[in-house]
């Protein structure tokens, strides 16, 4: 039997499908394995995966179980996404998908 429950703690996410791949996703997954294996951060799981659904906005990083999204992710953004999100607990909010994270008083740039 296979289980659908998430590893305890972290996970983070990386969308790998072909938007995502086109703007760099599979170099933004190994800055993350490489932040991640440095930070020693224990429970937290990294997964490389399809589609999360938001194709045009990539690549495209979710944490659970907070379910935090951040958008456009480029590789000199990882080490910070580690260092706040991570490690502190305290989203980059200048980074997050404001489709499911508006900023309050600001319109999304993505709707």
């Not at 296979?2 to 590893?7: A, F, I, N």
């Not at 995502?20 to 190994?30: D, H, L, Q």
């Not at 951060?41 to 999360?52: A, F, G, M, S, W």
């Not at 379910?67 to 953004?77: G, S, T």
Request: aromatic content about 6%.
């Amino acid at each position: 039997m296979v289980s659908s429950q998430l590893p305890a703690g972290r996970v983070v996410l990386i969308c790998q499908n072909t938007a995502c791949r086109k703007a760099g996703a599979a170099a933004v997954a190994t800055a993350f394995e490489a932040t991640l294996q440095a930070a020693a951060i224990p429970e937290v799981t990294l997964q490389r995966c399809r589609c999360l659904g938001q194709c045009g906005n990539g690549p495209m990083v979710l944490v659970l179980p907070e379910q935090i999204w951040y958008h456009r992710v480029a590789v000199d953004q990882v080490v910070a996404i580690v260092e706040s999100h991570l490690q502190h607990g305290v989203p980059v909010q200048a980074w997050l998908y404001r489709k499911f994270h508006p900023a309050s008083g600001h319109r999304s740039r993505n709707r």
